[in-house]
C-alpha cells in the first residue's frame, strides 16, 4: 500500500499534465467546431463592443504596448535571450525545455491558422495587420507558450510567495496581450481563447514529457 502510494505521488504531476492537455485540446476542437459553423458570432461581438467601450488615448497606448511584446518576433528573441542565460547559468535541459516549447508553439500557430483560414474583423484605431489568418490568435498562443514556460522554470528553484508572485505576473502578462488583440480589433475573442487553449494543450504535453525524462533519467 505505501508504494502505491508513493508511486501516485511520483506520477501525480505527470498523469495531471496529461489529463489537463487532453481537457484543453478538446475544449480547443469544441471551439473551433462553434467558429466554424458561426455559432461564437453573437459572443464575439458582445465581447469587443464591451471591451471597446473602455477605449481611451491612455488605455490605447498601453493596450499597444501590450501587443508590441507579444508579438511572435519580440518572444522569439527574448526566448533565444532566456535560453542564452539559462545555458551560461548551467541550466542547459531549461534552455532546451524553452526552446522547443516555444518553437513548437510557433508552428503549430501556423499550422492552426492554414488550417482554419479565418478571416481577421475590422480592426478599431486604423491599426494596419499582416495578411495572415485570425484563429487562433497568434498572440495569444506564443505568450502563453512563453511566459507559462518561462514561470515553470523560475519557480523550480523558489519557494512560499515568490512562486504565487511568479505565476501572478505570467498570468497579467497573458491576459493583458490577450486583451490588447480584442481591444485593437485585430482579433475575435474566441481568436484569443482558442490561441489559449492550444498553448496550454501544447506546454502541458511538452510539460508532461519532460517531467517522464527526468523520472527515467533519476
Given at each position: 500500500m505505501r508504494n502505491l502510494k508513493n508511486w501516485v505521488g511520483v506520477f501525480r504531476p505527470l498523469i495531471l499534465?496529461?489529463?489537463?492537455?487532453?481537457?484543453?485540446l478538446f475544449l480547443f476542437e469544441s471551439l473551433a467546431d462553434e467558429m466554424?459553423?458561426?455559432?461564437?458570432?453573437?459572443?464575439?461581438?458582445a465581447i469587443r463592443n464591451f471591451i471597446h467601450g473602455f477605449s481611451s488615448p491612455a488605455?490605447?497606448?498601453?493596450?499597444?504596448?501590450?501587443?508590441?511584446?507579444?508579438?511572435v518576433g519580440a518572444v522569439i528573441s527574448m526566448t533565444a535571450v532566456v535560453a542564452f542565460v539559462l545555458w551560461f547559468k548551467n541550466r542547459?535541459?531549461?534552455a532546451a525545455f524553452l526552446l522547443v516549447t516555444i518553437s513548437g508553439g510557433v508552428f503549430l500557430m501556423w499550422v492552426l491558422k492554414l488550417l482554419?483560414?479565418?478571416?481577421?474583423?475590422?480592426?478599431?484605431f486604423?491599426?494596419?495587420?499582416?495578411?495572415?489568418?485570425?484563429?487562433?490568435s497568434g498572440h495569444a498562443l506564443v505568450a502563453v507558450c512563453f511566459y507559462g514556460m518561462l514561470a515553470q522554470i523560475l519557480v523550480a528553484q523558489r519557494h512560499g510567495r515568490s512562486r504565487l508572485?511568479?505565476?501572478?505576473t505570467?498570468?497579467?502578462m497573458v491576459l493583458g496581450i490577450g486583451v490588447s488583440r480584442i481591444y485593437l480589433g485585430v482579433h475575435y475573442p474566441s481568436d484569443v481563447l482558442a490561441g489559449y487553449l492550444a498553448a496550454l494543450g501544447w506546454i502541458l504535453g511538452v510539460s508532461a514529457a519532460h517531467r517522464r525524462n527526468v523520472m527515467s533519467s533519476a
Open positions: 499534465s496529461i489529463l489537463l492537455a487532453c481537457l484543453a466554424l459553423e458561426g455559432d461564437t458570432l453573437q459572443f464575439d461581438a488605455l490605447t497606448a498601453v493596450m499597444r504596448g501590450f501587443t508590441t511584446i507579444g508579438n542547459a535541459k531549461d482554419f483560414q479565418r478571416q481577421r474583423p475590422t480592426p478599431y486604423g491599426i494596419t495587420v499582416r495578411s495572415d489568418y485570425s484563429f487562433p508572485l511568479i505565476w501572478a505570467a498570468a497579467f
